[in-house]
């Protein structure tokens, strides 16, 4: 089979975008940080910092101890936004990019004329000095190049910081002979260990075990489709549905309070409900929940007609938080899911009036129209004043910040 997918893995790519904004922090190294306190983690590490055993999810005190001369600096999600589109122009200059993946992951097709190993490297050679010199060399990437999307996409992370690998349909399985089964994409500990349940303990097992074996595995055609990707094939899969849309934040101390995170959950539904409009979805339903002391939970949610208006979004988070009984400790972290979504081409109308009401939606729409031009603490419902200057804009591993909508 040609090959036929780039994949594009951006190299440690928060870290590395301190290094490119700071010169002073390259060839150094350097934790990525959501705040500066003690209690927080790495969610980005360089790779000076990851030789010394510094990893995202490190601890700061344990980063410290790891790298006593780490750089420990706090995360800018705009300016990462920001690259990262300016990167996709970049890659876009010599490659269709078919799909942003994630903030640090894109992918795109060679043209049918380009399928082959000597201009394939000549397209991702192009790409790399793109970045180095219209964003930045501290910016640097490595790419997988193969059959499928799934190959490539493991091939770009074999080589790593600034590799290129081809997989070639002579040289897998072989060529994945040094990756763990928790190296391949969408394999976590739990499949590793049913798995494993099933003798398989190796990526050359996986690679003979039957369409059959997998299929039983895997619990229904999922495993098929693995079966055809590891032997180059391209799969069709069914457009992915959107279950729902979530907001969550670690409380400073500051907030560990039950009228503070209350004050952060609200500012947290009404983002969510920014996004949710948006995006032109409709929910349905809202879970909100408050870890305490960082080991218990407490959750609850409820069920309404599909809406996209932030006042019943309020009510119903009242609601619940008024349900939570009393003395559980102190709040730790709060999150809000807004669930049950509806896409806006297949929202129905309600059975009465009164189940929605146009001049509150309205209301939304002038607010967010404010917010995307003056930043999201322009407008907002009162509950959430105490609140305003907490849950920044984050970055999760698959949704790239709208920065029109999201910004602060």
């Not at 895997?218 to 098929?224: D, H, M, P, V």
């Not at 069914?238 to 409380?251: A, C, D, G, V, Y």
């Not at 032109?280 to 305490?292: C, D, H, I, K």
């Amino acid at each position: 089979m040609p090959l036929r997918y780039v994949f594009v893995d951006l190299d440690s790519y928060f870290a590395s975008c301190e290094q490119q904004l700071q010169p002073r922090l390259r060839g150094r190294p350097v934790g990525v940080v959501p705040s500066l306190n003690e209690g927080t983690c790495c969610i980005a590490a360089s790779y000076e910092a990851k030789a010394c055993g510094v990893k995202t999810g490190t601890g700061v005190r344990e980063a410290r101890f790891l790298c006593p001369q780490i750089e420990l600096v706090e995360s800018h999600p705009r300016e990462y936004v920001e690259i990262h589109h300016r990167i996709k122009d970049a890659v876009e200059r010599h490659l269709h990019v078919i799909e942003a993946r994630s903030i640090d992951e894109m992918y795109g097709e060679l043209p049918s004329h380009h399928r082959n190993e000597t201009d394939a490297r000549r397209i991702v050679e192009a790409i790399r000095a793109d970045i180095a010199a219209n964003v930045g060399a501290s910016l640097t990437c490595s790419f997988g190049i193969g059959p499928n999307i799934l190959l490539s996409k493991v091939a770009s992370g074999m080589n790593k910081p600034s590799g290129t690998t081809f997989i070639h349909d002579h040289s897998w399985p072989e060529c994945f002979s040094t990756l763990e089964l928790r190296d391949w994409y969408g394999i976590g500990r739990n499949m590793e260990r049913r798995l494993a349940a099933h003798g398989i303990r190796s990526i050359a097992q996986l690679y003979a075990a039957s369409c059959r074996e997998l299929r039983k595995i895997w619990g229904g055609i999922e495993g098929e489709r693995l079966f055809a990707e590891l032997r180059g094939a391209e799969v069709e899969r069914p457009p992915t549905r959107r279950r729902h849309l979530s907001h969550s934040h670690i409380l400073p101390p500051r907030k560990r309070t039950r009228s503070g995170a209350f004050a952060v959950i609200n500012r947290l539904t009404q983002k969510a409900a920014t996004r949710l409009r948006h995006e032109g979805y409709f929910a349905a339903t809202l879970e909100m929940g408050v870890r305490y002391d960082f080991s218990t939970k407490w959750t609850a949610e409820t069920h309404f007609f599909e809406t996209q208006e932030t006042a019943v979004f309020l009510k119903m988070l009242r609601k619940l938080w008024d349900s939570m009984p009393a003395g559980l400790g102190d709040p730790t972290q709060v999150w809000v899911v807004l669930g049950g979504l509806v896409d806006a081409e297949h929202d129905a109308p309600p059975l009465f009036a009164d189940w929605r009401d146009e001049r509150r939606l309205r209301l939304d729409q002038t607010m967010d129209a404010l917010n995307r031009r003056y930043g999201t603490r322009c407008l907002y419902y009162a509950a959430a004043h105490k609140g305003r200057s907490e849950a920044p804009m984050r970055i999760s591993f698959t949704h790239v910040p709208d920065l029109e909508v999201e910004r602060d």
